[in-house]
């Protein structure tokens, strides 16, 4: 497809599991962004990949969470030791231009993760 | 640091009403100024934006104007669809900043038939 592909869409886990998700960007696009959907909270920025630079990470809320990408393509945001407080739709957009102040994100569908 | 705040919803609309939705923000510099709106069960995608004082971003019927003066950005359409039932999101990138867009809290808008 032509747009942001995330994986999976929804998932469920136990408290203190580990999860990955998976986001596929436009190909092509140099900007891959990480956020969170909490009920009533808005979008919270977690983490921010540029070409090869070396990521934005100022949004991860803690050392549970990690996130890299691949050959600056594929991302990939870990989360360890679940909680239920990470319970959340995980959004993931990527830029074509990057570097202005007038980029447009294409967002994905989002994974949807519930820890219980 | 960059802020983004609208008005609380969810805003519940008769169709062909008047539609305004209230976004005021702080940044440092001349930030960019977007409404992005999420569709049911789908990802968010750009409705318009604005780069500078006292234009007026436009799209399918919705406009805004980035007024620096008051630092608002407030989303108008003349008369609203129930195909405009989704949430609202306005947001912000800050002119010489890290270029990471700051995103209000979303407004789900309602339109009934």
């Known amino acids: 497809g032509a747009g942001v592909s995330q994986s999976p869409s929804n998932k469920v886990t136990e408290k203190g599991k580990d999860v990955e998700l998976r986001c596929d960007p436009i190909?092509?696009?140099?900007?891959l962004y990480w956020y969170r959907q909490s009920l009533g909270q808005g979008l919270e920025f977690l983490i921010y990949?540029?070409?090869?630079?070396?990521?934005?990470k100022s949004g991860l809320p803690s050392d549970r969470f990690s996130a890299e990408r691949t050959g600056g393509s594929v991302s990939t945001l870990t989360i360890q030791r679940t909680q239920q407080e990470d319970s959340a739709v995980y959004l993931c957009?990527?830029?074509?231009?990057?570097?202005?102040?007038?980029?447009?994100?294409?967002f994905g569908e989002g994974s949807r993760l519930t820890v219980l | 640091g960059n802020s983004v705040t609208q008005m609380e919803g969810p805003v519940t609309l008769s169709e062909e009403a008047f539609l305004t939705i209230n976004c005021t923000y702080t940044?440092?510099?001349?930030?960019?100024l977007f409404w992005y709106v999420q569709y049911p069960g789908e990802g968010l995608q750009l409705l318009l934006k604005?780069?500078?004082?006292?234009d007026k971003g436009s799209n399918k019927g919705f406009e805004a104007t980035y007024r620096k003066e008051t630092t608002s950005f407030h989303l108008e359409k003349g008369s609203v669809q129930v195909s405009d039932s989704a949430v609202y999101f306005c947001?912000?990138?800050?002119?010489?900043?890290?270029?990471?867009?700051?995103f209000g809290r979303g407004t789900s808008l309602i339109v009934h038939p």
């Open positions: 940044a440092t510099g001349y930030p960019s």
């Open positions: 957009a990527s830029s074509l231009v990057s570097g202005t102040d007038t980029g447009e994100l294409f």
């Open positions: 990949f540029q070409g090869n630079s070396a990521p934005d």
């Open positions: 947001a912000l990138i800050s002119s010489g900043g890290s270029y990471i867009p700051t």
């Open positions: 604005a780069t500078k004082a006292d």
């Open positions: 190909s092509g696009h140099t900007a």
